[in-house]
């Protein structure tokens, strides 16, 4: 069965500075789409960035990025340069290619950003 | 904020109360779900709606009865929840035909089982 796991449930930030957000996920499939998502407090959720796990290529968004380890099942969220509306839940999401609708969240890590 | 609706926002209820929860999307995409989203929990995926046929059923008691009448609109009936029921209850909705099928979400309804 395929699973996502996020490790820290709460992370701080000072603004401006980087932060790094760990998701590992376990999977047999050689094909399959990850994601993080950001859930503001009160607020929708929100696609931050995708990654194809056939693209060996780290996705990119502006201020966020990703350090996709595939061999190691690894797909960790790099948020540079910190700002106070980034503070939210993070999730980390993960399905498989060709498989609509079976979206599998981890747990969520909950992002503060301290003035 | 998205093309994706839903009401009420928030809803108190009791367990022999019978309610529904309805979605609408926008974007016109051709799949909707809805997840339950519960304190320190990954979100569950309830259903799966693709083309107003359920095509996921992830083993919800049938106390939530779910309704697609067309590819915009999604209904959660309620019916003798339990307090373990409340929760953030969110609607989802994508298109499956397209590579990559992300899926954007509701505000959520806020539901609490008396």
């Known amino acids: 069965a395929q699973t996502v796991t996020q490790s820290q449930p709460e992370m701080s930030v000072q603004e401006a500075e980087t932060v790094t957000l760990s998701c590992t996920y376990d999977t047999s499939e050689s094909d399959y789409y990850l994601f993080w998502y950001k859930q503001p407090p009160s607020r929708q959720m929100i696609l931050v960035i995708r990654?194809?796990?056939?693209?060996?290529q780290n996705a990119t968004e502006n201020r966020f990025s990703v350090n996709f380890q595939k061999a190691a099942k690894s797909f960790s969220l790099k948020i540079s340069d910190s700002q106070l509306g980034d503070a939210a839940m993070y999730f980390c999401a993960y399905r498989i290619y060709n498989q609509g609708g079976k979206l599998i969240f981890g747990q969520g890590t909950e992002l503060s950003v301290k003035p | 904020e998205t093309g994706v609706t839903q009401t009420p926002r928030h809803l108190v209820m009791g367990m022999t109360n019978k309610k529904s929860l309805k979605c609408e999307q926008h974007?016109?995409?051709?799949?909707m779900y809805w997840y339950k989203q519960s304190a320190k929990k990954p979100l569950e995926l309830m259903f799966v709606y693709n083309f107003k046929e359920q095509t996921e059923n992830n083993s919800v008691p049938s106390r939530f009865s779910p309704e697609c009448p067309n590819s915009s609109h999604l209904f959660l009936h309620l019916h003798t929840l339990q307090p373990e029921d409340s929760a953030l209850y969110l609607c989802?909705?994508?298109?499956?035909?397209?590579?990559?099928?992300?899926?954007?979400f509701g505000p959520g309804t806020r539901l609490t089982v008396l």
């Open positions: 990654q194809e796990a056939y693209k060996q």
């Open positions: 989802a909705s994508s298109q499956v035909t397209s590579s990559t099928d992300t899926q954007y």
């Open positions: 974007l016109g995409h051709n799949a």
